[in-house]
């Protein structure tokens, strides 16, 4: 998600022949088509998850900070249980 100023005139695009597209993703409608991929593949995001937070505690405002200045990439806060081990706090 891109939340910034966009470092560019329209000018500029177009004189770059650039295309911005901006869209929603119709989620009701692929999530169980991506969620069987994700599971298919689940070998594969091995490491793209850094912190698996279990309760909203200090641990949360630790990695809410990493995750703003991009120490981290991806957090998960998953109060019901953890299937693998989180890296804050261990």
Do not use: W
Request: net charge negative; charged share 25%.
């Amino acid at each position: 998600m891109h939340n910034e100023s966009i470092p560019f005139s329209a000018f500029e695009a177009y004189n770059r022949n650039t295309h911005v597209q901006f869209g929603r993703c119709p989620l009701r409608t692929v999530f169980n088509d991506a969620l069987e991929v994700l599971i298919r593949n689940k070998d594969k995001f091995d490491g793209f998850i850094d912190v698996v937070l279990q309760r909203l505690d200090e641990s949360y405002a630790d990695a809410l900070n990493k995750l703003e200045q991009n120490q981290v990439n991806k957090v998960v806060f998953k109060p019901h249980g953890l299937d693998f081990p989180a890296t804050i706090g261990s």
